[in-house]
T-cell receptor, first 114, second 115 residues
Framework: NAGVTQTPKFRILKIGQSMTLQCTQD?????MYWYRQDPGMGLKLIYY???????DKGEVPNGYNVSRSTTEDFPLRLELAAPSQTSVYFC?????????????FGEGSRLTVL | AQSVAQPEDQVNVAEGNPLTVKCTYS??????LFWYVQYPNRGLQFLLK??????LVKGSYGFEAEFNKSQTSFHLKKPSALVSDSALYFC?????????????FGTGTRLLVSP
């Protein structure tokens, strides 16, 4: 069972570069999320999606973009990397947002912007 | 607005002793409460949840949590700690009538269990 898979696991970017963090899930979940985790700050929601073709902003969306062309994939795009985007990024999924079940997380992507 | 407080950055306990990781919350209406655990270089894993019913909730790996509505708390407990329980623990809350996009995480508590 693959669950939620994120790539790459590690990446170093220079200021102003662009990149895409990939996320795919094989559980046929409708809802997918991108979080960032900073030391001592817990997890902050960047973007989420309630299904293919539908995305919405979370708490900290500035500097990021997402797309959801299929149920399985939810890539996160950084257009002009800034040092403030140095963080660990987690993708997660859930069967439905009103469900009382849990989120399923990927193993994370550690991004450093220099 | 929803919020979660984990007042301890780190909890130290000896193996075999009971452990408690504290969490208090603020939410409009009835809460859905969750505990997640994060091992080094891994994603968060679900431990347990409180939705409704019995105030004592049992979860994975022998952990349990007690929901206390009057104190707005949801402390995580385990009767006998293991060295392998050492990890980062997150409490999270959302209101009953909101979705997971409204889930708020605490800042995390690092549990260190010594042999």
């Amino acid at each position: 069972n693959a669950g939620v898979t994120q790539t790459p696991k590690f990446r170093i970017l220079k200021i102003g570069q662009s990149m895409t963090l990939q996320c795919t899930q094989d559980m046929n979940h409708n809802y997918m999320y991108w979080y960032r985790q900073d030391p001592g700050m817990g997890l902050k929601l960047i973007y989420y999606s309630v299904g293919a073709g539908i995305t919405d902003k979370g708490e900290v969306p500035n500097g990021y973009n997402v797309s959801r062309s299929t149920t399985e994939d939810f890539p996160l795009r950084l257009e002009l990397a800034a040092p403030s985007q140095t963080s660990v990024y987690f993708c997660a999924s859930s069967p439905e947002t009103a469900n009382t079940g849990e989120l399923f997380f990927g193993e994370g992507s550690r991004l450093t912007v220099l | 607005a929803q919020s979660v407080a984990q007042p301890e950055d780190q909890v130290n306990v000896a193996e075999g002793n009971p452990l408690t990781v504290k969490c208090t919350y603020s939410v409009s209406g009835n809460p859905y409460l969750f505990w997640y655990v994060q091992y080094p270089n891994r994603g968060l894993q679900f431990l347990l949840k409180y939705i409704t019913g019995d105030n004592l909730v049992k979860g994975s790996y022998g952990f349990e949590a007690e929901f206390n509505k009057s104190q707005t708390s949801f402390h995580l407990k385990k009767p006998s700690a293991l060295v392998s329980d050492s990890a980062l623990y997150f409490c999270a809350v959302r209101g009953m009538n909101t979705g997971f996009q409204k889930l708020v995480f605490g800042t995390g508590t690092r549990l260190l269990v010594s042999p």
